[in-house]
């Protein structure tokens, strides 16, 4: 009788949201998740192979080189590159959380699913540590160079792991800021991905205009997915529309800092410079309104059309 009531109640997933029965459920998909995770994090990685994976050329490279005679890497190493690196890593561990989430992952599903994601990433990270470090002069400073950027990387990798988990497992409260995160890598994604093109300067400088406005737009579609109709969902909104105010800026700064060849040296002066360029990206109007109105309009629609749908499905 037990087992006859197990079988025939529905589950209710920690979505809040009714599913399959128990037994319904294909075990096929632990197994499918594996190369999900592989397919998740090559497709974060698409912008820098599709420019032709080619380094940029380094400072302290041992020999004088012509760009196109630099090594082939599976990443970007660079001090200029420290946010393409990031959100190259942050998209594809985001495209993996989305699609762990709906085939409702769990256990070992969700284990070879951030496994996936692992490899590859873990494998780009080392092959381009080792290729940079076998170019570069024999100093100290090529060292240092190298670990930096690829402690930077390791760091990427995790959050990116976290924000896997978050997005598969969390309740939409949750998965709203991982999801946030990951819209907010997508304009430098988007943006690396435009440029790799290859496409002529007016099409170019026509699809940029658009890039500034992807954060905004996913968000809201993010938080109108979510709702808005318990305490945690609201603060959970709240925290994403301030996300989208904040980390943009918090991008440039270090851009902006890590960019310059001579504040390089001066770490002082260059943690002043990056503050400054953080506080005028994070407080002038015309910077800051733009994307926190535009993510709540998108939201406050998104919301609209979702009770209309809701509505109508009641009314049926």
Known sequence: MNDALQTEMPATDPYGETSRTVDDQPRVRAWAALPVGLGSAIVGLVPWWVGGARLELQNLWATSVLPAQMPITLLPFSQYSVIQIFALLVVGATVAGIAGRALRLRGWGLVLLVLGVLLVQGVAAAQTALVVREGL???????????????????????????????????????????????????????????????????LSTLLVVVPWITPVLTGVA???????????????????????????????????????????FPA????????????????????????????VVAVVGLVIRMLVLRRRRGA
């Open 269 to 296: 002066d260059m943690l002043d410079y990056g503050n400054g360029v953080f506080r005028m990206a994070l407080l002038t109007p015309e910077l800051a309104l733009r994307p926190i109105i535009a993510t709540v």
């Open 223 to 265: 938080i109108a997915w979510t709702g808005v109709n318990t305490v945690g969902r609201v603060i959970s909104g709240i925290l994403a529309i301030a996300l989208v105010w904040v980390a943009p800026a918090l991008m440039t700064a270090i851009a902006s800092a890590l960019g310059s060849r001579v504040l390089i040296r």
């Open 137 to 203: 002069q024999e100093r100290l400073e090529s060292t240092v160079y190298v670990a930096a950027l690829l402690a930077g990387t390791i760091l990427s990798i995790i959050v990116g792991m976290i924000l896997t988990v978050l997005i598969v497992r969390a309740p939409r409260a949750g998965a709203l800021l991982g999801l946030t995160v990951g819209a907010i890598c997508m304009a430098p994604w988007t943006g690396a991905l435009v440029a790799a093109t290859g496409i002529d300067e007016n099409s």
